[in-house]
């Protein structure tokens, strides 16, 4: 998803008319980095790890009118005191990994794993980590968090006492792209991520899809590499499904953005069958409230209809983009009727009404205030806009 991000955030400043230059790995650069963007790039080293590219390019950090750490999940000692001329801005992933952390932990299923994350919580207690967590939190001048939704549930558990100022930019952005749906009888419905129990449920959807009755033939795209044996076992899951009128699509590899973005662009409508909770490490988020979905993206920068998990939050405007289900009976009765009655076609005519309000045009207005307010602030004179 961090790849993501970065795509949408550098798209959403240059629209701001900042100038930018990028700090990252070379995994990020093959990704986004064909997308033809007038920005700097500077590369992370084969040789380099995070440290150490820190280290090298901390002395050019010190010349911008703002630095933004996109993402910074590890060496959260060294980051903590890692200090530049220019203001720092960090955006925020994780609210319970790294405001609310001792509340929050989960344990994993597998007794092998448990025992490690047994091993990870008595650390991070031995070692004091809720306070370096959170003093790292506050070596930042300004927060960022990815949706208003996020930001709403941190101010409503009262977690913003004591830290830095905070805003939105949001990272799901609609581009205006042209979708391309499928012209043959075939209606292709996606399901977009790697194939694992940490962020979806495949469960409740192969649970719907056993019980289906489909009146056209589908292609259901599984746009993700399984992972591990559960997601080897999803995998052969809905092969088993496949009949006169359903084919599987699945991959073994890693899915190449380009491939990734063609793929979406020919789905007729989107599952998302969004976990709940989310671990991530030792620590249990909530997708929606303290974390976003890399899914909510999928579905926005195209204006994909989607069948969504009920309980995720969204913008009262996007209600046009989506129908929400709560179980796999409910799942199995929207995906059947909107196969029928090519529901997702009228979805789509109606997200076309209010698309503006998501397009990054739009939403760079609001950056820009925002950003200028913060440089203002700084007393910086500089013209350069960076994002790491």
């Known amino acids: 998803m961090h790849n993501e991000v970065l795509s949408n955030y550098a798209k959403i400043l240059l629209a701001g008319s900042f100038e930018i230059v990028i700090f990252t790995n070379s995994f990020n650069y093959s990704q986004i980095g064909e ?80 025992a490690k994350d047994l091993v990870k919580i008595l650390r991070y207690y031995l070692f004091n980590e809720r306070k370096i967590f959170l003093d790292f939190v506050k070596s930042f001048d300004h927060l960022i968090f990815p949706s208003e939704q996020v930001q709403a549930y941190l101010i409503q558990q009262g977690w913003d006492k004591g830290l830095p100022p905070h805003s939105v930019i949001d990272f799901a952005v609609h581009e205006q792209l042209t979708s391309a749906p499928s012209n043959t009888d075939v209606i292709h419905i996606t399901i977009p991520g790697i194939i694992s129990s940490k962020s979806r449920d495949y469960e409740m959807v192969l649970e719907a899809f056993r019980e289906i009755k489909l009146s056209r033939p589908v292609k259901l795209n599984l746009l993700g590499k399984p992972k591990g044996r559960y997601g080897q076992k999803i995998v052969a899951g809905f092969r088993a499904l496949q009949q006169s009128n359903l084919t599987v699509q699945t991959y073994d590899d890693f899915i190449e953005q380009l491939e990734f973005d063609k793929v979406l662009q020919q789905s007729d409508f989107l599952l998302l069958p969004i976990s709940r909770f989310m671990k991530v490490s030792i620590f249990k988020e909530l997708n929606g409230f303290t974390c976003v979905s890399g899914n909510i993206n999928d579905m926005m920068r195209f204006g994909i209809p989607a069948l969504i998990a009920g309980f995720y939050p969204l913008d009262k405007n996007l209600k046009a983009l989506i129908r929400p289900f709560n179980d796999a009976n409910e799942l199995r009765a929207l995906v059947e009727s909107w196969v029928d009655e090519e529901i997702y076609l009228e979805v789509r005519e109606r997200f076309e009404l209010i698309s503006k309000t998501y397009q990054i045009s739009q939403i760079a207005k609001s950056v820009r205030k925002s950003v200028l307010d913060l440089v203002i602030k700084h007393s910086m004179d500089n013209s350069g806009f960076l994002e790491n």
């Open 35 to 114: 997308v033809q963007m007038p920005v700097k790039w500077v590369l992370q080293k084969d040789e380099e790890n995070n440290i150490q590219f820190a280290r090298r390019i901390q002395p050019q950090l010190n010349d911008f009118s703002l630095v933004i750490f996109t993402t910074i999940e590890k060496d959260i000692r060294f980051f903590k005191s890692y200090t530049i001329r220019s203001p720092k801005a960090l955006v925020v992933h994780k609210l319970n990994m790294f405001i609310n952390p001792h509340k929050s932990f989960l344990f994993n299923e597998e007794m092998k794993q448990r």
